[in-house]
C-alpha cells in the first residue's frame, strides 16, 4: 500500500515545481491515496496559508476545497482505519531512533508513524529528508521524478 505525503496532495490542486509530475505519477499509479485527519489538517491549512498570504483568493479556496471534496467522494482517496494512540508511539519510538541521525521534523515524523500504522509498504514524497526517514523505517521510497 502506498502513503503520499501532503506535500503531493498539495501538488495536485497547485501549480507548484513537480505539480504535472506528481499529477502524473498519481494517475499511472492508479490507486485509491489514504487520506488521514492528519492530511485532511495539512492541507485545509496550506489552502488557507496561500488565502492568507494573498497567493490565492476566498473564491480560488472554494473551489479547490470542493474539488479536494470531489475527489474524496469519488474514492480518489480513501479513509484507512488509525489508531492514534499507536501512530503517536510509533513516531515516539521513530524520534527516538533516527531524529539524531537525520534530523527529521516531528510532522514528517507523524506521516511516517502514520504510513506504518496503517501498514503501507511504499512512501512518496518530494523531501529528501523525509525519504531518508521513510527508508530508514523499512518503507519503499517512491519516486515521480525520475
Known amino acids: 500500500m502506498l502513503?503520499?505525503?501532503?506535500?503531493?496532495?498539495?501538488?495536485?490542486?497547485?501549480?507548484?515545481?513537480?505539480?504535472?509530475?506528481?499529477?502524473?505519477?498519481?494517475?499511472k499509479n492508479n490507486e485509491a491515496i489514504p487520506l488521514t485527519g492528519f492530511h485532511e489538517l495539512e492541507i485545509t491549512n496550506a489552502i488557507h496559508l496561500k488565502e492568507f498570504r494573498s497567493e490565492i483568493t476566498s473564491e480560488q479556496v472554494r473551489h479547490v476545497l470542493s474539488k479536494f471534496y470531489a475527489h474524496q467522494k469519488s474514492g480518489?482517496?480513501?479513509?484507512?482505519?488509525?489508531?492514534?494512540?499507536?501512530?503517536?508511539?510509533?513516531?515516539?519510538?521513530?524520534?527516538?531512533?533516527?531524529?539524531?541521525?537525520i534530523g527529521s521534523r516531528s510532522l514528517d515524523?507523524?506521516?511516517?508513524?502514520?504510513?506504518?500504522?496503517?501498514?503501507?509498504?511504499?512512501f512518496l514524497t518530494f523531501d529528501k529528508r523525509q525519504q531518508a526517514l521513510a527508508d530508514a523505517t523499512g518503507l519503499k521510497i517512491e519516486s515521480c521524478t525520475e
Open 3 to 27: 502513503y503520499i505525503d501532503t506535500s503531493i496532495i498539495v501538488k495536485l490542486y497547485f501549480k507548484e515545481k513537480f505539480s504535472p509530475e506528481a499529477s502524473d505519477w498519481v494517475k
Open 76 to 101: 480518489v482517496y480513501y479513509r484507512p482505519m488509525l489508531n492514534w494512540a499507536d501512530t503517536i508511539n510509533f513516531a515516539v519510538d521513530i524520534a527516538r531512533n533516527h531524529t539524531r541521525i
Open 109 to 122: 515524523i507523524l506521516h511516517i508513524a502514520s504510513a506504518l500504522a496503517i501498514k503501507a509498504d511504499r
